[in-house]
């Protein structure tokens, strides 16, 4: 299960204009039109933008907003449906130098009949970097990030109690959401068949598909895509088949990278067979002792980012490296399986994705 290659690529790109606020209006009218031409939709979101769907089936949507000082225009793109010029719900999209050339054309030939101009006028403002593996339970390894915590320099995505005006309830269960304190980026892993369920278009063809698909997505906005790329183009992030390239390239490099700095190496068991594998394998009991203690602080805690603050506080530094060295030598995850968890043990989230 777990020696398919995967594939890290791109789920979705958000390309941005800029337009001075007098246009706004100009433009509000244009898109109104071509809506209503093709009988798509346009409606309002949240944050006040305009959504208009002309190009939804090929994977194109159009949003017209303002700030302050200017108005803009955002296309948001799903590779691979404008890739296949149909909706495409489950597979990413494969990162081939024949698929960029298509999707290049086929991004030309809307942007053309929308009048928007050419694609390079455009610059990221947003990149999902995305990876599929296939699982038994993509629920359990859902249930499991959640009991890894909330590692520094990240918050929740959704808090619980955090907005009374969400539109669409969140499904805890079913994905585990975190962005980075500084907004730059944001990781998603979630059950793609739940996912699903709540989408209406989508066909049965699809939901089977869907099943036992479990994604991890890291989304860089703009700030955190020059960070990234400060060598290519001169930090520039105008639209280019070339710079679109270069994004899927590192797209294995990011989505590991992220997979290593938030969940801990090692398989998952449950917490009596974890604690005898570390006596097992560590000679020296005080650090067998202290490993053993951040796995029961993890499980009382249901937070292993938690327990290994608790344990690490009056340590010195060297000792610190010492005791995470044991562990990832271990093999065995701080997290440790539910009680009803029937398994004896499930592959560590990095293991699963290839990280």
Same mark, same amino acid.
């Given at each position: 299960m777990f020696k398919t290659?995967?594939?890290?690529?791109i789920h979705t790109m958000e390309l941005i204009h800029y337009l001075s606020l007098q246009a706004v209006g100009q433009w509000k009218q244009k898109l109104y039109n071509l809506t209503a031409q093709r009988h798509a939709r346009a409606y309002e979101n949240d944050i006040n933008e305009m959504i208009f769907t002309p190009f939804a089936y090929q994977g194109v949507t159009i949003t017209l907003g303002t700030t302050q000082t200017r108005g803009y225009l955002k296309l948001n793109i799903n590779l691979n449906s404008l890739l296949y010029g149909c909706p495409q719900r489950t597979a990413l999209f494969y990162p081939t130098d024949a698929h960029i050339a298509v999707l290049d054309?086929?991004?030309?030939?809307?942007?053309?009949?929308a009048q928007l101009g050419s694609p390079e006028a455009f610059t990221f403002s947003r990149v999902d970097f995305s990876v599929d593996t296939h699982v038994q339970h993509p629920l359990t390894y859902i249930q499991l990030a959640h009991k890894t915590g909330i590692p520094r320099g990240y918050q929740q995505t959704y808090p619980r109690f955090g907005n009374t005006r969400r539109s669409k309830q969140i499904r805890y269960r079913? /994905? $585990?959401?975190? @962005?980075?304190?500084?907004? #730059?980026?944001?990781?998603? +892993?979630?059950s793609k068949a739940h996912q699903l369920e709540s989408d209406r278009y989508a066909s049965d063809w699809d939901r089977e598909?869907? %099943?036992? @698909?479990? @994604? $991890?997505? %890291?989304?860089?906005?703009?700030?955190?895509?020059?960070?990234? $790329?400060?060598?290519?183009?001169d930090g520039h992030l105008a639209y280019c088949p070339q710079l679109l390239q270069t994004f899927l390239r590192s797209a294995a490099t990011i989505l590991r990278t992220a997979l290593? &700095? +938030? $969940?801990? %190496?090692?398989?998952?068991? #449950?917490l009596p067979e974890?604690?005898? /594998?570390? @006596?097992?394998? %560590?000679?020296?009991?005080? &650090?067998?002792?202290? +490993?053993?203690?951040?796995i029961v602080q993890a499980s009382n805690l249901q937070s292993a980012c938690l327990a290994r603050a608790e344990v690490f506080r009056p340590l010195s530094d060297s000792q610190r490296d010492t005791l995470l060295c044991l562990q990832q030598q271990s093999g065995v995850n701080p997290v440790t399986l539910g009680r009803r968890q029937p398994c004896s043990s499930l592959p560590g989230i990095r293991e699963i994705f290839g990280a």
């Open positions: 290659k995967l594939n890290y690529s054309c086929n991004l030309r030939c809307i942007l053309q009949d079913y /994905s $585990f959401d975190l @962005r980075r304190n500084d907004g #730059h980026a944001a990781i998603t +892993l979630y598909q869907a %099943v036992g @698909r479990l @994604r $991890f997505e %890291v989304k860089c906005q703009a700030q955190q895509l020059r960070k990234l $790329f400060t060598a290519e183009r290593c &700095n +938030l $969940f801990p %190496v090692g398989t998952y068991y #449950h974890a604690m005898q /594998s570390i @006596r097992e394998q %560590v000679s020296s009991r005080c &650090n067998a002792d202290r +490993l053993c203690s951040w």
